[in-house]
Every structure is written in structure tokens, then in C-alpha cells.
T-cell receptor
Framework: DGGITQSPKYLFRKEGQNVTLSCEQN?????MYWYRQDPGQGLRLIYY???????QKGDIAEGYSVSREKKESFPLTVTSAQKNPTAFYLC?????????????FGPGTRLTVL | EDKVVQSPLSLVVHEGDTVTLNCSYE??????LLWYKQEKKAPTFLFML????IEKKSGRLSSILDKKELFSILNITATQTGDSAVYLC?????????????FGQGTTLQVKP
């Protein structure tokens, strides 16, 4: 089946630890995105990548890092520098970086910092 | 500052009612507006609107965009309990080809039997 997968579904982390969230897509989409969702605030863009080996900061990139070594993979690392990491993280992808394409979302990872 | 505002933030109706959800926006270089439905996890795509005045329709759901007044509405007729969800509005904007989205806060719809 084609789609976007994220793992793990739930993640618990102690303060001071880095943690990496996985996002994989087999849709052959060029562009991939990471969002954070907090109650009452909608989705906010963390990082996005329009092509392999290139990525750009979104609106709330501080405390996060990404890599795009393969077209189908866009992992997000939540570092200890992120002050309030507990949130629901959504990965998305779109077909083409050159047009305003619809973004399709993965099932999300809920991160809780203990 | 670019922003997308949805109203109401929450809504409770009974099955069979018709609801209208609102989304207003102020962004530079508007390109398209999207509606998503989010039940428990991933938002699922409903509509993409690019042109003013052209209604998009899918079953009991419909949506229209007004680029002059900078808003969109999402209508759901004959609501069912399965329509209960958070409805997200997002705007694609920007001068570069980024496809960046700005999301509204979402409208939480609860449909009671």
C-alpha cells in the first residue's frame, strides 16, 4: 500500500534526551514536512524539505533537526534544547515542490517528556 | 503577520443538522486554501480551493472560497455522528515554490445522535 508511515506511535522521553521520530513515504513525493500540533494552536511547521539533501527551517525550528538523505525518508530529531517538546508530531508529503500541492499526512507520533 | 483564523472553535449539533464552518485568512501571496478532517490521528484531505466562487462538493460536504473577502466556508448537510472531528483550514502561501501551509486553530465538531 502507498502512504506515509510514522513511528513510533507513542514515545516517552526523559528530560535532557534527544529522540528521533521516523517518517517514511513510498508515494514518490518530492517534498516532505514536519508539523507540531498542540491543543488549540493548530499545526505549526517545524522543517520542510523540497528535495533530497536539502531542507529549510519552518516557523518553529529551534530545538529540532532533520536530515533528508533519501527521497522517501525525513527523520526529525527532537533535541534537549527544545524547551517544551511534549506534543503530537505530524509528517506530511506532497508530490511536487514546484506547485502548491496538497499535503498528505502520516498517522503522527505523540511525544511525551517525563 | 500571516494568519488563518477559524470559527467557531467548537460546535455541538444533533444528527441531521446543517453546519457551516468558517475560515478567514490574511496572508501574503495567497495560492490555495485546503480543508482537512482530523478524527484521531492524521488529517485527511477534503478540498483544495484556488479560485473564487467555485463550489467544491463531495457528498454532504461542500466548500467555497471568496478571495475578495478572504474567507472560505465548509458546509456539512444532514450531519451524522461520523462527521464528529476537528476540521482544519490551511492556506498555501508564499512567493517561492515552497508549498508552505499556515493552519488555523481548527473547529471541533461534535454531532450527537
Amino acid at each position: 500500500d502507498g502512504g506515509i508511515t510514522q513511528s513510533p506511535k507513542y514515545l516517552f522521553r526523559k528530560e535532557g534526551q534527544n529522540v528521533t521520530l521516523s517518517c517514511e513515504q513510498n508515494l514518490n513525493h518530492d517534498a516532505m514536512y514536519w508539523y507540531r500540533q498542540d491543543p488549540g494552536q493548530g499545526l505549526r511547521l517545524i522543517y520542510y524539505s523540497q528535495i533530497v539533501n536539502d531542507f529549510q527551517k519552518g516557523d518553529i525550528a529551534e530545538g529540532y533537526s532533520v536530515s533528508r538523505e533519501k527521497k522517501e525518508s525525513f527523520p526529525l530529531t527532537v533535541t534537549s534544547a527544545q524547551k517544551n517538546p511534549t506534543a503530537f508530531y505530524l509528517c506530511a508529503s506532497s508530490i511536487n515542490r514546484k506547485v502548491a500541492d496538497t499535503q498528505y499526512f502520516g498517522p503522527g507520533t505523540r511525544l511525551t517528556v517525563l | 503577520e500571516d494568519k488563518v483564523v477559524q470559527s467557531p472553535l467548537s460546535l455541538v449539533v444533533h444528527e441531521g443538522d446543517t453546519v457551516t464552518l468558517n475560515c478567514s485568512y490574511e496572508v501574503t501571496n495567497f495560492r490555495s486554501l485546503l480543508w482537512y478532517k482530523q478524527e484521531k490521528k492524521a488529517p485527511t484531505f477534503l478540498f483544495m480551493l484556488t479560485s473564487s466562487g467555485i463550489e467544491k462538493k463531495s457528498g454532504r460536504l461542500s466548500s467555497i472560497l471568496d478571495k475578495k473577502e478572504l474567507f472560505s466556508i465548509l458546509n456539512i448537510t444532514a450531519t451524522q455522528t461520523g462527521d464528529s472531528a476537528v476540521y482544519l483550514c490551511a492556506v498555501i502561501h508564499g512567493s517561492s515554490n515552497t508549498g508552505k501551509l499556515i493552519f488555523g486553530q481548527g473547529t471541533t465538531l461534535q454531532v450527537k445522535p
